[in-house]
Each structure stands twice: as structure tokens, then as C-alpha cells.
């Protein structure tokens, strides 16, 4: 039986024929006398946290597609298996390990897992994340330290164990943050603070590396179509169940995703998404006053808004 990798490398050739999707594209670089191939994350091993739903689970197959091995993490691990399988069918290949980022352990096997089966990392993408939605008022504190656990001390833990082999290849740290990491967002004390955590401890760790040639990229989604909001914490502690916006407006976690990679092939250090993300950093930025204002009424239009 041929090698399904193969297989797909070769359909490449084909490409106008067939699905996108499902095509694994090669990269073309012309030389003076040669035309080579090269898929941009052959041999190339990424980690994503939070690979179960939503930009992870984008994430891992845009990887996947470009030839990169990778190592899903996240705690259903029916979904991880799914994927996995659904990878390996398109001629990619991937593993996973059921982890729960809040444990430093769980983020240590993860990392020794990745270099017992693969014996290098090359990107660690930092995804795995919940959020809120309740007025700090009414909240109940377990939520701020479960945010804070599974958003900020998830990537550091994960980052953490992975550095060294990162720092042996050169490679890229990556943070999903948030919009919120750049601005506030009410209703959303616990989310905001863990992304704000995010995006200074991995700014701070691009100063502190950049002369070892590791890439630090902080990526800001704006709002993305995904389970985020269903399984939001009200302020019990419970998952709200339910989305109060309307999901068909937001940008896909496959854009997402592939901005992603895009932003790891050219070693960016920071990418904001969305023009409405654009625009309310920018006009926080400029005119914190009038924005929060603007950025209150906005979300005081959801459907039940605790603010
Ligand atoms: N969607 C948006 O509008 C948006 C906007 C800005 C930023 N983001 C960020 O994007 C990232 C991905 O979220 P998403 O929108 O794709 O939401 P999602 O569909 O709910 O995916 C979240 C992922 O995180 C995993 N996860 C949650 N807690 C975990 C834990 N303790 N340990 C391991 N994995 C855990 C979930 O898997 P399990 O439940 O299987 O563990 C799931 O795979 C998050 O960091 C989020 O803050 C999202």
C-alpha cells in the first residue's frame, strides 16, 4: 500500500482539480537552475494546546496540511482521537495527550511526551483557553483563578518545559491571546487580566531570548466563531451554555489559523485580528476615555449583559 503522505504530496500536482482543503500545497522556490519543493513544516514538530475545538483544532490541521508533525493537548480526549484520525487520513501526521493545562504535571508530560516520540519541538502554539461572563460584583472568585490557571499559568507551564528545546531550534513560542489581552472588556474581569498576564510574561520572555533566536508570536483574535462562548463561566463557576452574540458575524477559526502560520513562517512578533479588533486598539490607544465608553455600550447589547 503506498504511503498516504505521498500520495497527497503527489496530488499537489493536480491541485485545480481538487479541494483545497484537502491538498497539501507545496511551497515553490525557483533557484537560478532548479525548481524544488518544499513544504514549509516538513519534519517540523508543533504542539498545540486547546487542539480539541475551535483555532486549535484549526491550527492543527493548517500545520498538518504544510507537513509539520503535531501534537495535539487538551482534556476530551474522544475529540483528540477524532482528530488525530481525521489528520492521518488527509496524509499528516499527528499524536495526542489528554492534558489539562492548569496542572504543571499534565504540561511536563505533554513536553516529555512530544520529545520521547518526536526527540525535537519546533513550535509550541499556546492555545488552550475559557473565559467568563459576569460582573466582578456578583462574581464568584473560583472563576478569576480558574481563568488565571488555564489561561496564563497554562502557557507558562507549557512554555516552561519547552523552552530548552525550543531554544535548540530556533523556534516559536506562540500565544493566543485576545483583544481583551489590549483592551478591557466588561463582564470579562478574569479573561482580560489572564490575557493581559499572557502577553506580558511572553513579551517579557521575546526580550529576554532575543538573542538566542527564538521567536515569540502574541497573537489578538477578535471575536471567532467557536465553543468559547458556550462554555464561558457565569459567575457561579458553571458554563453559561449558551453564545450572546451572533457567531455567523465573527472571523472563522480557520482564518484564524492560518494567519497563524503565516505569522510563524515570517517570524512575526505580534499580530491583531479583525478590523473591528483593529480599530478598538487603536482608538484605545488614542482615546482611552471616549473607547471605554464605546466599548460599554457595545457590550451592554448582548442578550443578559451583566454590565
Ligand atoms: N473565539 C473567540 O472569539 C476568541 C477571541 C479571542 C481569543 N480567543 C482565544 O482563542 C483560544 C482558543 O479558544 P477558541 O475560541 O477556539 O475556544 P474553544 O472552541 O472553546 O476551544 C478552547 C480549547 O481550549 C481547551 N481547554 C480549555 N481548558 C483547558 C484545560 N484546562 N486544559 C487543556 N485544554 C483546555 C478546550 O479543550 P478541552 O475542553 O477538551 O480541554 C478547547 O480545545 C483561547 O485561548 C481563547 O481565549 C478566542
Redesign the pocket.
Known amino acids: 500500500m503506498k504511503n498516504p503522505t505521498q500520495i497527497l504530496k503527489n496530488r499537489y500536482i493536480r491541485k485545480g482539480q481538487l479541494e483545497k482543503s484537502n491538498v497539501l500545497e507545496p511551497v515553490v522556490e525557483k533557484s537560478k537552475d532548479s525548481i524544488t519543493k518544499k513544504y514549509n513544516f516538513d519534519g517540523k514538530v508543533v504542539i498545540v ?10 491550527c492543527a490541521f493548517e500545520f498538518a496540511k504544510k507537513g509539520a508533525k503535531v501534537v495535539l ?5 474522544f ?2 482521537k477524532k482528530l488525530v484520525d481525521q489528520i492521518a487520513i488527509l496524509g499528516g501526521e499527528a499524536s495526542y495527550l489528554k ?5 504543571i504535571n ?1 504540561c511536563k508530560l505533554l513536553i516529555d511526551y512530544t520529545i520521547q516520540k518526536y526527540g525535537r519541538i519546533d513550535v509550541l502554539v ?6 467568563m461572563r459576569a460582573s466582578f460584583e456578583e462574581l464568584d472568585l473560583s472563576v478569576i483563578k480558574n481563568l488565571m ?3 496564563f499559568y ?1 502557557t507558562v507551564y507549557c512554555t516552561k518545559f519547552a523552552l530548552p528545546y525550543l531554544l535548540e531550534r530556533k523556534g516559536t513560542v506562540i500565544g ?5 489581552g489590549l483592551v478591557p472588556l466588561p463582564g470579562r474581569t478574569g ?1 482580560c487580566a489572564s ?1 493581559h498576564a499572557m502577553d506580558g510574561f511572553l513579551n517579557t520572555l521575546r526580550i529576554e531570548n532575543m538573542r538566542k533566536g527564538l521567536n515569540v508570536l502574541v ?13 464561558a463561566l457565569n459567575k457561579y463557576g458553571n458554563p453559561q451554555k449558551e453564545t450572546p452574540r451572533n457567531e455567523a458575524e ?2 472563522s ?1 480557520e482564518k ?1 489559523a492560518q494567519i497563524i502560520l503565516k505569522s510563524t513562517l515570517k517570524r512575526d512578533r505580534s499580530r491583531v ?1 479583525t478590523m473591528q479588533g483593529k480599530l478598538v486598539v487603536w482608538l484605545y490607544k488614542n482615546f482611552p476615555g471616549i473607547t471605554d465608553r464605546l466599548i460599554l455600550n457595545e457590550m451592554a447589547k448582548e442578550s443578559h449583559a451583566p454590565v
Do not use: C, Q, W
Open positions: 494546546t486547546g487542539a480539541s475545538s475551535g483555532i486549535g483544532k484549526a493537548a487538551a482534556r476530551r480526549e475529540e483528540l492534558t489539562d493545562v492548569k496542572l499534565d499556546n492555545n488552550a483557553g475559557i473565559s490557571d488555564t489561561n497554562g493566543v491571546s485576545s483583544i481583551s479573561y490575557k497573537v489578538h483574535p477578535g471575536f471567532t466563531i467557536s465553543n468559547i462562548r458556550n462554555t465573527m472571523m477559526a484564524v485580528l
